[in-house]
């Protein structure tokens, strides 16, 4: 099982204490995959800068707003995002409940279907 971020978007404050283009929340995306299956959930989160830390916006990195991010959410939250992924991907690869046809029901030929028929 492997579990990936993805930040589609960042938000920014075009100009704040003299900064310009300060991130101030990390759009996300946590992906579970288990081949052939995979699950994701996605949020948005809030981003408290510390006073002398800060990245210009050109020089973000993928790993820095990972660090970000994680950070912000904090390690409990992140595990309960996973074991929620964890589940989805179980019901993927084991459906509790599917879908059958009543055995009453005799199912269409499509038009375009062959037949046995000479």
Not at 15 to 27: H, K, M, P, Y
Not at 46 to 65: D, M, N, Q, S
Not at 77 to 85: A, D, P, Q
Request: hydrophobic content about 45%; proline content about 10%; charged content about 15%.
């Amino acid at each position: 099982m492997t579990y990936t971020w993805s930040f589609p978007t960042l938000q920014v404050a075009p100009s704040q204490d003299g900064l310009e283009n300060v991130v101030t929340a990390i759009g996300w995306r946590l992906t579970a995959t288990n081949d052939p299956h995979s699950a994701s959930i996605a949020g948005c989160a809030g981003i408290e800068h510390k006073a002398g830390e800060f990245t210009p916006f050109a020089e973000l990195t993928e790993a820095t707003v990972t660090r970000w991010l994680e950070a912000d959410l904090g390690d409990e939250f992140i595990v309960g995002l996973m074991l929620g992924l964890d589940r989805q991907l179980a019901d993927l690869a084991n459906p509790p409940i599917v879908t059958l046809i009543p055995p009453w029901v005799v199912p269409e030929v499509p038009v375009d279907a062959p037949t046995d028929a000479p």
